[in-house]
T-cell receptor, first 115, second 113 residues
């Protein structure tokens, strides 16, 4: 199992450009998440999905859109990139079901630089 | 609004020493408290977790101590090793339909050989 994979690993954008980050998981997890990691701020939730075809806003959703057309994929889009979106983006997934001890499994991250 | 406060920001410990990282939370709806370990260039990975009805949980050299009345919890790494050098994040989970994780700001641990 590859677990959670992210594409691309690194990208440089100019202000105003758009791009899509792809997350894929092969663990048949229901829940998927997008976080951004900035120095001194930990990980902050951007958007999440509790199942195929569903998405919801997290703590810092402005400037981002997401789609979950297939259960195994979760896409994060930047329509018009801004320098404030320079960050490391992590995707995570977790199983659904009862109980709250649901481990989130993280991908390796995408480093994005917006000039 | 930072719901989980973590300290210190960085920590340097000698090999064999004890590393202690502290977290405090505000939301009493939190009911699951995991710690994640992150090595450079990698994603975070679950290290150990605790529920609020337990005051302590130990797994090998790693121990979580939990004080529900004070709304604080801490990670203790006994016999710290250079391989433990990483960034550690505390987190809290609870409330909401997606049971989202709220992370602390992270502690960069360096264990000197």
């Amino acid at each position: 199992n590859a677990g959670v994979t992210q594409t691309p690993k690194f990208r440089v954008l100019k202000t105003g450009q758009s791009m899509t980050l792809l997350c894929a998981q092969d663990m048949n997890h229901e829940y998927m998440y997008w976080y951004r990691q900035d120095p001194g701020m930990g990980l902050r939730l951007i958007h999440y999905s509790v199942g195929e075809g569903t998405t919801a806003k997290g703590e810092v959703p402005d400037g981002y859109n997401v789609s979950r057309l297939k259960k195994q994929n979760f896409l994060l889009g930047l329509e018009s990139a801004a320098p404030s979106q320079t960050s490391v983006y992590f995707c995570a997934s977790s199983r659904s079901g009862q109980g709250y001890q649901e481990t989130q499994y993280f991908g390796p991250g995408t480093r994005l630089l917006v000039l | 609004q930072q719901q989980v406060k973590q300290s210190p920001q960085s920590l340097i410990v000698q090999k064999g020493g004890i590393s202690i990282i502290n977290c405090a939370y505000e939301n009493t709806a939190f009911d699951y408290f995991p710690w994640y370990q992150q090595f450079p260039g990698k994603g975070p990975a679950l290290l150990i977790a605790i529920r609020p009805d337990v005051s302590e949980k130990k797994e090998g050299r790693f121990t979580i101590s939990f004080n529900k009345s004070a709304k604080q919890f801490s990670l203790h790494i006994m016999d710290s090793q250079p391989g433990d050098s990483a960034t550690y994040f505390c987190a809290a989970k609870g409330g909401g339909s997606a049971r989202q994780l709220t992370f602390g700001s992270g502690t960069q641990l360096t264990v000197l050989p």
